[in-house]
């Protein structure tokens, strides 16, 4: 392990997330961006993503994840891949497809991509393109995955599960099946950001979230050695919280557009937090020893009821960024554990936003027009 | 259990990584880190897709001048569980 520091055990890091750009053609209502989207003037050039690729891999990372926004908006993005690469690192892109042609794909290979994840919002063209905000990405998106198939490259298929497409994951993970991909995830949406925003449009109800994963794990057998289903579980109504990120500055760690380094994508939604960048600090002492990744790693910082539970190091107290939205601070229980004192509250906001009548999305990027955009009807 | 495939070999975007930092072999899959231990990166270095299961047990007793009898056990064991989840195909 990399070293310590006076208070906490520091283990190296597995994975980085790093979000590209933050441009994205697609406006989904639960984008994991934040409601301030960085400039692309503010993007850190080819160079410094290599180096940051570089010292991650020097300090114990084994997997980046190339994310966005639609990291093929970068126009370098053939040159991030072949960096990563050769920094050793596994390369996952996480992409919408749109943008990025077949042509484009082979480069991609060629410069030692390992495995893409691509996107879909739903099964039905219709409902898939009014979630994505962009009319044609659907059919655009099933001609991606073909041309991955072709290429011979793994493919993921991921879904963002909400009120619009709860009652099809079946059939979501039939298409992923279809459509070559090796694994599947369907991830509930995580009420943080552009979903919270969102969240009586896209809240589903009790009822629904039992059905979908009582469904789940009717399936699942069905798929064995033939396709990996991972499930991110929906919380709102849950008992226990999710250990999110696998414990704060324990696994991974995300680099933004601009080169600001937090624990997880969502961080920046906690005031008063400290972040450090790339272009100021090596990466293993943002890691190490940025106010931040301090925060909230290890147990120390725990109040109770987490402080004295037996599960503190399983769940590691949930989510910081839902404990701040819902409890208004971010050192409080996830909500999402029956043991918070916010937890009724919780239950009953997602109760009250799966009911409310038929709520428009914001999208992002398009929230100041006055009319949306053209979509389809529903 | 998913069925053993006769000529194993890793499954698209499945490679075998020396990690320097952790000094351990770790297969790395889609969202996957998977240490491995002992013998299992002989193995996998050996599931190319050209050996049989018979052929990669055969040069695991040798390697390790072992009983082929035990060797097959932890073998197929071990190239059952990956093939379950889709490391191995």
């Given amino acids: ?378 | 259990m998913a069925e053993l495939p006769e000529r194993p070999k890793l499954a698209p975007g499945v490679r075998l990584h020396f990690d320097t930092t952790r000094q351990a072999w770790v297969l790395l899959g889609p969202e996957r880190v998977i240490e491995t231990e002992g013998p299992a990166s002989d193995i996998l270095r050996r599931c190319d897709g050209s050996r049989t299961v018979c052929e990669i047990i055969d040069e695991l007793a040798v390697l390790y001048t072992a009983d082929r009898a035990e060797i097959a056990v932890d073998v197929n064991d071990m190239l059952a569980e990956l093939a379950t989840k889709r490391m191995v195909v």
């Fill in chain 1, 1 to 378: 392990m990399s070293g310590s520091d006076a208070r906490v055990e520091v283990p190296a890091p597995l994975g980085l997330l790093a979000e590209l750009t933050h441009r994205c053609p697609l406006a989904c209502p639960y984008c994991s961006n934040p409601l301030t989207l960085d400039d692309r003037a503010d993007e850190l050039d080819t160079t410094t993503w290599a180096r940051v690729f570089r010292e991650a891999a020097a300090m114990g990372v084994l997997q980046v994840h190339l994310s966005g926004g639609e990291p093929a908006s970068r126009r370098d993005l053939v040159e991030l891949v072949a960096a990563a690469r050769d920094a050793g690192l596994y390369t996952n892109l996480i992409t919408s497809a749109i943008g990025l042609d077949a042509t484009r794909l082979v480069r991609l290979k060629e410069a030692g991509l390992d495995h893409v994840q691509l996107s879909l919002q739903d099964v039905e063209a219709e409902s898939a393109d009014h979630i994505a905000g962009y009319p044609g990405a659907h059919a655009r998106k099933l001609a991606f995955a073909q041309s991955v198939r072709e290429l011979g490259l793994a493919l993921t298929v991921n879904t963002v599960i909400h009120r619009a497409n709860i009652d099809r994951v079946a059939a979501l993970v039939e298409m992923a099946a279809s459509l070559s991909a090796g694994r599947v995830e369907i991830a509930h949406a995580q009420y943080y950001g552009w979903a919270l925003r969102n969240r009586q449009a896209l809240m589903p109800s009790r009822e629904q979230v039992a059905r979908a994963m009582a469904e789940m794990e009717n399936i699942r057998p069905r798929y064995e050695g033939r396709l990996v289903i991972d499930l991110v579980v929906p919380d709102y109504y849950a008992r226990r919280p999710k250990a999110c990120m696998g414990g704060w500055g324990r696994r991974s760690l995300n680099v933004t557009p601009s080169g600001r380094v937090l624990p997880c994508h969502a961080a920046e939604s906690i005031a008063g937090l400290e972040f450090w960048s790339v272009r100021d600090q090596p990466l293993a002492e943002i890691w190490r020893s940025s106010p931040a990744f301090q925060a909230f790693r290890g147990t120390e910082w725990m109040r109770e009821p987490c402080r004295s539970c037996e599960m503190r190091e399983i769940d590691y107290g949930g989510c910081r960024c839902q404990a701040m939205a819902i409890a208004g601070d971010a050192a409080a229980t996830d909500p999402a554990c029956e043991l918070s004192p916010q937890h009724a509250l919780m239950q009953m906001l997602a109760e009250q936003d799966a009911s409310a009548a038929s709520a428009a999305y914001a999208y992002r990027g398009r929230v100041a027009r006055e009319r949306p955009i053209a979509i389809p009807a529903r």
